[in-house]
T-cell receptor, first 117, second 115 residues
Framework: GNSVTQMEGPVTLSEEAFLTINCTYT??????LFWYVQYPGEGLQLLLK?????DKGSNKGFEATYRKETTSFHLEKGSVQVSDSAVYFC????????????????FGQGTILTVHP | DVKVTQSSRYLVKRTGEKVFLECVQD?????MFWYRQDPGLGLRLIYF???????EKGDIPEGYSVSREKKERFSLILESASTNQTSMYLC??????????????FGAGSRLTVL
């Protein structure tokens, strides 16, 4: 079945450090891939997405590239800020013939990021 | 601003009680979802609905049921709450119809504690 595995957390960084959060997936077909972010006390919101191999999603300084050969979608940011402290979720959308998946998403376990001044 | 609204942010219930979690979206979306979020487990899909009165089981439907009588409203029901249902419950919606990336819009969540 479909699954998403994220790197173990939590991750603690100093402001302006480089961030990588690893994400690998197992899926049939050609899923779309997502990163969602959850700020304290809030629901999840879309950070970025990629719909096909070699696509790069980007938003707010974050980037991730859809790597089919390594089944990965690692999240990176060159210089993190205190305001980036949140929980980050990698996810994939189900696809199947006939479109009966209704776009369900499978999520990874989440990675807690804390950025100190 | 588009919204998914969950009626209760925090609930405390007793074992055996019937619990209703309500979710309303104002985006005229076809699809609605209920996930539960637990530390170390991420989000797990309980049920989803792709049309009024239609529902499909997700990965962990046991102990839950759902109702979708109107397009904008999707309710999660715990018929007899148990302590292992203590969790954060997240509602989401989307208008995905078979092509492109399916982007979910989430509510703020309902944190349920069962004593």
């Amino acid at each position: 079945g479909n699954s998403v595995t994220q790197m173990e957390g939590p991750v603690t960084l100093s402001e302006e450090a480089f961030l990588t959060i690893n994400c690998t997936y197992t899926a049939t077909g050609y899923p779309s891939l997502f990163w969602y972010v959850q700020y304290p006390g809030e629901g999840l919101q879309l950070l970025l997405k990629a719909t096909k191999a070699d696509d790069k999603g980007s938003n707010k300084g974050f980037e991730a590239t859809y790597r089919k050969e390594t089944t990965s979608f690692h999240l990176e940011k060159g210089s993190v800020q205190v305001s980036d402290s949140a929980v980050y979720f990698c996810a994939l959308s189900h696809t199947n013939a006939g479109g009966t998946s209704y776009g369900k998403l499978t999520f990874g376990q989440g990675t807690i990021l804390t950025v100190h001044p | 601003d588009v919204k998914v609204t969950q009626s209760s942010r925090y609930l405390v219930k007793r074992t055996g009680e019937k619990v209703f979690l309500e979710c309303v979206q104002d985006m005229d979306h076809e699809n609605m979802f209920w996930y539960r979020q637990d530390p170390g487990l991420g989000l797990r899909l309980i049920y989803f609905s792709y049309d009024v009165k239609m529902k499909e089981k997700g990965d962990i439907p046991e102990g839950y049921s759902v109702s979708r009588e109107k397009k904008e409203r999707f309710s999660l029901i715990l018929e007899s709450a148990s302590t292992n249902q203590t969790s954060m419950y997240l509602c989401a919606s989307s208008d995905w119809r078979g092509s492109g990336a399916n982007v979910l819009t989430f509510g703020a969540g309902s944190r349920l504690t069962v004593l």
